[in-house]
């Protein structure tokens, strides 16, 4: 079945940028989103990017995907104590319209 | 309403009783999926449907969950018999098509004892 892959941890320094990167198998992905977790609470949509786009840009937000490496990333640029919380990648199928997730990336951010 | 709704915010069952938990999707929105996620994070999809319709049910377990969207009601997510492993928080998403991008509500954390 379709698979997304995330590293679970990131540490940076506030007004760094962060990087959290994604891989997925299914070549039939029409969207892919980024979504985030702070302790406790639902999903808040972060951004998502349409397959036949490979990049998106939203305020401190850079989104990039490269298809043919089937690689997703999310950029936060000038990173925030309340950037804190777990980033979920996922895609959902062309025909199937449930989301796969990732494990999530818990992004600590140092003051 | 502007946002998923999710009630109650928390639910807690002794083994063996039933769990219902209801979600109200964003209005205008003719898709709701549900999705469970356990410890670890981990994500699991269970049914979704398309206004009153059950659209895609794969994800369900065959025994002691079942779910309804009737009109004019909030949709329910109910578990017969609950068990240790059922203990998660249960999120409802609802999209305008079902392609299109899902917003979640707050989650309802479900702890059976």
């Known amino acids: 079945g379709e698979d997304v892959e995330q590293s679970l941890f990131l540490s940076v320094r506030e007004g760094d940028s962060s990087v959290i990167n994604c891989t997925y198998t299914d070549s039939s992905s029409t969207y892919l989103y980024w979504y985030k977790q702070e302790p406790g609470a639902g999903l808040q949509l972060l951004t998502y990017i349409f397959s036949n786009m490979d990049m998106k840009q939203d305020q401190r937000l850079t989104v990039l995907l490269n298809k043919k490496d089937k690689h997703l990333s999310l950029r936060i640029a000038d990173t925030q104590t309340g950037d804190s919380a777990i980033y979920f990648c996922a895609e959902n199928g062309a025909g199937s319209y449930q989301l796969t997730f990732g494990k999530g990336t818990k992004l600590s951010v140092i003051p | 309403g502007e946002e998923v709704a999710q009630t109650p915010k928390h639910l807690v069952r002794g083994e063996g009783q039933k769990a219902k938990l209801y979600c109200a999707p964003i209005k205008g929105h003719s898709y709701v999926f549900w999705y469970q996620q356990v410890l670890k994070n981990e994500f699991k999809f269970l049914i979704s449907?398309?206004?009153?319709?059950?659209?895609?049910e794969t994800g369900m377990p065959k025994e002691r969950f079942s779910a309804k969207c009737l009109p004019n009601s909030p949709c329910s997510l109910e578990i017969q018999a609950t068990k240790l492993e059922d203990s998660a928080v249960y999120f409802c998403?609802?999209?305008?098509?079902?392609?299109?991008?899902?917003?979640f509500g707050p989650g309802t954390r479900l702890t059976v004892l």
């Open positions: 449907f398309q206004n009153e319709n059950v659209f895609d």
């Open positions: 998403a609802s999209s305008s098509l079902g392609t299109d991008t899902q917003y």
